[in-house]
């Protein structure tokens, strides 16, 4: 089959490998219809995330149809429409029995390399570094899905590709970034990032039942994008002195009940500590630019929540004690999927939720290494590339 593979930093290549095959009974095999570029992934293209190989497959958000079956799967069927979550989960453990899927105990065989730096092991991720399992990824023509009756998800009939493709990882880390907010009535929700899952937790927020949502980026297509399509309000940080300042004014002085960064640990900004952050990780000091997850931690009000999507490893000057001082609860993970895909999906089957608009451009597989050069690069307004294996 086909399949995208890392060859090193920022060398991507589309090449023939071996089709994935039946390793476990409760696998299942599925041929990919959609899946999509994810920011995440730049961390490692980038050579910021350790323990890549050259020749690993990537990708891991991703929809298909099921075409082989395990002897113990249960629940999914040849010809299913599934979507299929980032994470992979048994199910049976502690985490995955207290809604806890991306901690999952038992999907990560190679523990090791993750115990040093985290203490424990997490659940594995396809195509995403060998600390994460070493599991081959899904922009390809067919994937293996382990523990297919806990992790597969059946797509509604009618829902078009696009309106689901993004359940697989965006929306579920959007909602959840959302949901750790604890909105109540009335709440302002301000967040850093106006991408595909930025632009998910600002319309989470809503839906959860904030009054006010408050995007903050600095590329006007997707200001827009977060005004017309979700109804947020937005500033350009690029076009104003002080984000901290404008977000007091636009909320009487008292800052957002909550913040979330939804950037990561490739944030752009302005001033002196995104100049510092820019020296060190040149230097490999250390791997993050932290102005946005920052930035959020000084606005949010006093006794507020601090939700953080983005994904960091290393981060120096990290403002512990505006945190401590301010009373502020922080919340953090990666994404639950299996805990909110079967509400998301009856989201979408009554109408409430459409994520499609986040399909800005459309590749086959061959064509991937230029579509993710695009979203890299933000070429063309690209706020996230899809790639059709067909």
């Given at each position: 089959m086909r399949a995208l593979c890392w060859n090193g930093i920022n060398d991507l290549r589309v090449e023939t490998v071996p089709d994935p095959e039946i390793v476990n009974p409760h696998d299942v095999i599925l041929?990919?219809?959609?899946?999509?570029?994810?920011?995440?992934?730049?961390?490692?293209?980038?050579g910021y995330l350790p323990t890549m190989r050259e020749g690993d497959?990537?990708?891991?958000?991703?929809?298909?149809?099921?075409?082989?079956v395990g002897r113990e799967v249960k629940k999914v069927k040849k010809g299913d429409r599934v979507v299929v979550p980032s994470f992979i989960c048994c199910g049976n453990c502690w985490y995955c029995q207290h809604d806890l899927w991306s901690l999952c105990d038992n999907t990560n065989p190679k523990a090791e390399l993750q115990e040093p730096a985290f203490g424990?092991?997490?659940?594995?991720?396809?195509?995403y570094t060998h600390a994460f399992g070493g599991y081959a990824g899904a922009h390809a023509q067919y994937v293996r899905v382990p523990h297919a009756d806990n992790d597969c998800f059946l797509v509604p009939e009618g829902a078009t590709d696009e309106q689901i493709i993004f359940l697989s990882d965006a929306v579920p880390t959007g909602y959840m970034g959302a949901d750790f907010c604890n909105i109540h009535p009335g709440d302002t929700v301000a967040v850093w990032g106006c991408g595909g899952v930025g632009l998910m937790a600002m319309k989470s927020a809503f839906l959860l039942g904030a009054e006010r949502v408050i995007g903050i980026d600095r590329f006007p297509e997707r200001l827009k994008m977060a005004r017309e399509k979700v109804g947020a309000e937005t500033i350009n940080y690029a076009e104003v002195d002080s984000v901290l300042e404008l977000l007091k004014e636009l909320t009487g002085g008292r800052g957002p009940d909550a913040c979330i960064d939804a950037v990561g640990m490739e944030a752009h900004g302005t001033g002196a500590e995104y100049a510092y952050d820019r020296a060190k990780q040149a230097l490999h000091l250390h791997s993050d630019r932290g102005e946005a997850l920052r930035q959020a931690i000084r606005a949010c009000r006093k006794g507020g929540t601090l939700s953080i999507l983005g994904v960091y490893g290393v981060m120096d000057k990290f403002p512990i004690g505006v945190i401590m001082n301010k009373g502020l609860t922080v919340r953090t993970a990666q994404q639950h999927g299996q805990k909110y895909l079967p509400r998301l999906l009856e989201h979408v089957k009554r109408g409430e939720l459409d994520p499609s608009f986040l399909v800005t451009h459309r590749f086959s597989l061959e064509e991937a290494p230029r579509g993710y050069e695009m979203f890299k690069k933000k070429e063309d307004g690209c706020v996230r590339a899809v790639f059709l294996p067909s």
């Amino acid at each position: 089959m086909r399949a995208l593979c890392w060859n090193g930093i920022n060398d991507l290549r589309v090449e023939t490998v071996p089709d994935p095959e039946i390793v476990n009974p409760h696998d299942v095999i599925l041929r990919v219809t959609m899946s999509t570029t994810c920011g995440s992934d730049l961390h490692f293209i980038d050579g910021y995330l350790p323990t890549m190989r050259e020749g690993d497959i990537i990708g891991h958000e991703f929809m298909g149809e099921v075409v082989e079956v395990g002897r113990e799967v249960k629940k999914v069927k040849k010809g299913d429409r599934v979507v299929v979550p980032s994470f992979i989960c048994c199910g049976n453990c502690w985490y995955c029995q207290h809604d806890l899927w991306s901690l999952c105990d038992n999907t990560n065989p190679k523990a090791e390399l993750q115990e040093p730096a985290f203490g424990y092991p997490t659940a594995g991720i396809y195509g995403y570094t060998h600390a994460f399992g070493g599991y081959a990824g899904a922009h390809a023509q067919y994937v293996r899905v382990p523990h297919a009756d806990n992790d597969c998800f059946l797509v509604p009939e009618g829902a078009t590709d696009e309106q689901i493709i993004f359940l697989s990882d965006a929306v579920p880390t959007g909602y959840m970034g959302a949901d750790f907010c604890n909105i109540h009535p009335g709440d302002t929700v301000a967040v850093w990032g106006c991408g595909g899952v930025g632009l998910m937790a600002m319309k989470s927020a809503f839906l959860l039942g904030a009054e006010r949502v408050i995007g903050i980026d600095r590329f006007p297509e997707r200001l827009k994008m977060a005004r017309e399509k979700v109804g947020a309000e937005t500033i350009n940080y690029a076009e104003v002195d002080s984000v901290l300042e404008l977000l007091k004014e636009l909320t009487g002085g008292r800052g957002p009940d909550a913040c979330i960064d939804a950037v990561g640990m490739e944030a752009h900004g302005t001033g002196a500590e995104y100049a510092y952050d820019r020296a060190k990780q040149a230097l490999h000091l250390h791997s993050d630019r932290g102005e946005a997850l920052r930035q959020a931690i000084r606005a949010c009000r006093k006794g507020g929540t601090l939700s953080i999507l983005g994904v960091y490893g290393v981060m120096d000057k990290f403002p512990i004690g505006v945190i401590m001082n301010k009373g502020l609860t922080v919340r953090t993970a990666q994404q639950h999927g299996q805990k909110y895909l079967p509400r998301l999906l009856e989201h979408v089957k009554r109408g409430e939720l459409d994520p499609s608009f986040l399909v800005t451009h459309r590749f086959s597989l061959e064509e991937a290494p230029r579509g993710y050069e695009m979203f890299k690069k933000k070429e063309d307004g690209c706020v996230r590339a899809v790639f059709l294996p067909s």
